[in-house]
């Protein structure tokens, strides 16, 4: 009598087509019904195999290495709720277009509907957030349902990571006994074996019409911008900033569109102070916009966007969906970033040398603007430690090649409004598909997982507290993660909105906890500081660049003071830029106006 199912030689052969095909991450929860999936990725040797006790952190896990790598990573559970908990994690890449290989274990079809365990409707489970389902057939040992099995994995994969790409769900129904045998005990399928991968994920390049148009607005054009939201895989900033820097381009770039760098001088870095003011966003009113990327994640920028609406903007997507919440008519061109970006370089040099002068007063106007307001928002930074503070001098002691991810909320929002840029080679993530505080402490763990070099976070306390249970991966796999929480007992960004005036009802949006973080870090076993200015700060960066490992940071606010004195920078850096505006308007200069 033998507890092996000789029918399981066919996962072998999806595992095996994985590998072959480039997959090299696994993160895998314990359960009993994907033992066949596990063993096999285990036993195969060429996988990265990440061991995940909790699936929700897990498939954020999994998210931060697509993140990182920009390559699909298996994500494999047992049946039942514990496919349930990858939801969030799959709505987040389905938005955010980052691909996933979801593979859940299931009971086989004879074992549904009369009341067995553990068994639940797996089968379309996630039908809205991915790009591919499918209910792969019941393992047998023949032939045809091996090819099969191994076409899947191919199939599966090419979907991920064709453009725009996204999670893909396979469901495996699994009989009894759950053990394949061993890889000695079967036999390779046969005239199989390839040398080359053979997947081949489309390139989107634009049309040539749609280069052609564009290139001859912007030939034409006095005030052109550009702006970059973030992006969700890697692209060539070297290549646009070269063409911008050519023709004399103002650059719009969101710090998480890697392409925010304090030595490009078309690069504008403040546009979410200067655009609050709304007399200087009607003066400085564009000719034709080009957008790139994600939303950006400033609220000024989006009402500009808005604003100028009847201007001739273009939205370059790689999906039919083009991303325009605001709703400005824009022309839409699915194409990759950089086939797009380098085909209108190309046709706009062979038309028209590069002629900066002719736009010398538009990005005159937006230099001076965003070097006055810079040197303002630094002053006032400066002069009192606040969270915005905090968050900059952090992003200030990383190192080169550091991978900085950002929480949502007021981070991300600060890193926005404040940040001068920084080195090329410090790459910035965040959840901003669905801009959700959970999952995150799992996401730059999973981060770290994928990257050379130092992973830092910066998350508020409401954020880190949803997700501490992502700090065991840290020490599980010896992982290297500098955690900085910034704690303001609640959530702090709703003193920022309107909420915050009612006060009889504002406890259940702030909502306070009081929980105090050192316990839960040294459970992780990992190293905590409470720090209270620049100076223990920067001893607590230094203390975890020499010991690595898993170290939590954390700087205390109070978040009506905060508020308070947040709005009070933003109001000098306007106040200073205000009587320039008005200067720029009485001249004529940059040439706007409604």
């Not at 003011?277 to 500009?304: F, N, Q, W």
């Amino acid at each position: 009598m033998t507890n092996e199912n000789m029918g399981l030689a066919a996962v072998y052969d999806f595992v095996s087509e994985l590998h072959r095909m480039g997959l090299r991450h696994v993160v895998i929860s314990p359960g009993s019904r994907s033992t066949p999936l596990t063993l096999s990725f285990l036993r195969h040797g060429g996988f990265r195999v990440w061991s995940q006790l909790d699936e929700r952190s897990a498939a954020f896990f999994a998210l931060g290495i697509a993140r990182a790598t920009g390559s699909a990573p298996a994500l494999v559970c047992t049946s039942g709720t514990a496919a349930g908990n990858y939801t969030p994690a799959i709505m987040e890449a389905h938005s955010a277009r980052l691909p996933l290989l979801v593979l859940t274990a299931d009971r086989p079809p004879e074992l549904h509907d009369v009341g067995s365990n553990q068994t639940v409707r797996q089968s379309g489970m996630y039908t809205l957030f991915v790009k591919w389902q499918h209910e792969v057939a019941v393992p047998e040992a023949t032939v045809p349902i091996r090819r099969y099995f191994a076409e899947t994995a191919r199939r599966a994969l090419l979907v991920a990571e064709s453009l725009p790409r996204g999670p893909v769900h396979l469901n495996f129904p699994f009989r009894e006994p759950l053990l394949p045998p061993s890889w000695n005990d079967t036999p390779p399928l046969s005239g199989e074996v390839r040398p080359e991968p053979g997947l081949y994920p489309a390139q989107l390049a634009p049309s040539p019409a749609a280069v052609r148009q564009v290139t001859a607005a912007l030939a034409a054009s006095r005030r052109p911008l550009l702006v970059l939201g973030p992006m969700e895989r890697t692209w060539h900033a070297e290549r646009l900033y070269a063409w911008a820097d050519a023709y004399g381009i103002p650059v719009l770039a969101d710090p998480l569109s890697s392409g925010r760098w304090s030595s490009a001088r078309t690069s504008i870095r403040h546009y979410d102070v200067l655009l609050r003011d709304e007399a200087l966003a009607e003066t400085l009113c564009p000719d034709v916009i080009i957008r790139l990327g994600h939303t950006p994640t400033s609220k000024s920028l989006g009402r500009y966007l808005s604003r100028h609406a009847a201007v001739r903007q273009v939205v370059v997507d790689e999906s039919p969906l083009w991303r325009d919440p605001f709703f400005t008519r824009a022309e839409a061109v699915q194409s990759d970033v950089d086939l797009f970006i380098q085909s209108v370089a190309d046709e706009m040099g062979r038309i028209q040398p590069p002629q900066p002068k002719t736009r010398a007063p538009w990005m005159s106007a937006w230099r001076d603007l965003d070097d006055r307001v810079g040197d303002e928002l630094q002053r006032g930074l400066a002069a009192s430690w606040q969270e915005a503070a905090a968050l900059m001098e952090f992003v200030r002691l990383l190192p080169e090649a550091s991978t900085l991810m950002v929480g949502n909320s007021m981070p991300v929002r600060d890193l926005d409004t404040f940040w001068r840029g920084g080195h090329r080679s410090l790459r910035i993530l965040a959840n901003r598909g669905l801009s959700g505080i959970d999952g995150v402490v799992s996401t730059a763990a999973g981060a770290a997982a994928a990257s050379s070099g130092l992973t830092a976070l910066c998350v508020g306390d409401v954020s880190f507290y949803h997700d501490l249970n992502g700090l065991l991966a840290v020490g599980r796999h010896g992982l290297d993660l500098l955690v900085f929480v910034i704690h303001n007992n609640g959530g702090g960004i709703f003193s920022f909105l309107p909420q915050a005036a009612h006060k009889d009802t504002f406890a259940h949006f702030r909502t306070p906890h009081g929980l105090e973080f050192e316990p839960a870090v040294a459970m992780y076993g990992g190293r905590f500081y409470d720090v209270e200015g620049p100076d223990s700060l920067q001893a607590a960066v230094a203390e975890h660049l020499e010991t690595g490992g898993l170290t939590v940071v954390q700087a205390r606010f109070e978040a009506d003071e905060n508020h308070a004195r947040h709005q009070e920078v933003i109001a000098a850096g306007l106040a200073r830029v205000r009587e320039y505006a008005q200067r720029l308007t009485a001249s004529g200069v940059p040439g706007g106006g409604a």
